[in-house]
């Protein structure tokens, strides 16, 4: 981890702007238009979870929402290509 971390550390500048993305879509044609594009996308479309499980697991008492902000641009980069990125879930107490 410390790696990508460090990785990140020194790309900074280059992570100011986000590449485009499924979010975009969605803004740019509206639901509708968000809908078909999904169901022409030929690809796999693919959902990462680890911010949600990592507040739902023993690392909810190490990691930070302030850790995961921070991690957030790498991720928005790194992870461009996934249709999907769950950040909330589980059971409310």
Request: glycine fraction near 8%; proline fraction near 5%.
């Amino acid at each position: 981890m410390c790696v990508y971390v460090c990785v990140w550390l020194a790309g900074v500048e280059r992570l100011l702007t986000t590449p485009h993305g499924w979010r975009d879509v969605l803004l740019e044609k509206g639901p509708e238009g968000f809908a078909k594009a999904v169901r022409q996308h030929k690809g796999l479309l693919l959902m990462d979870t680890t911010f949600r499980d990592a507040h739902q697991s023993l690392l909810a008492t190490r990691v930070r929402t302030y850790d995961l902000k921070r991690i957030s641009p790498f991720v928005a980069h790194t992870l461009n290509p996934l249709f999907a990125l769950e950040n909330w879930g589980g059971t409310p107490m």
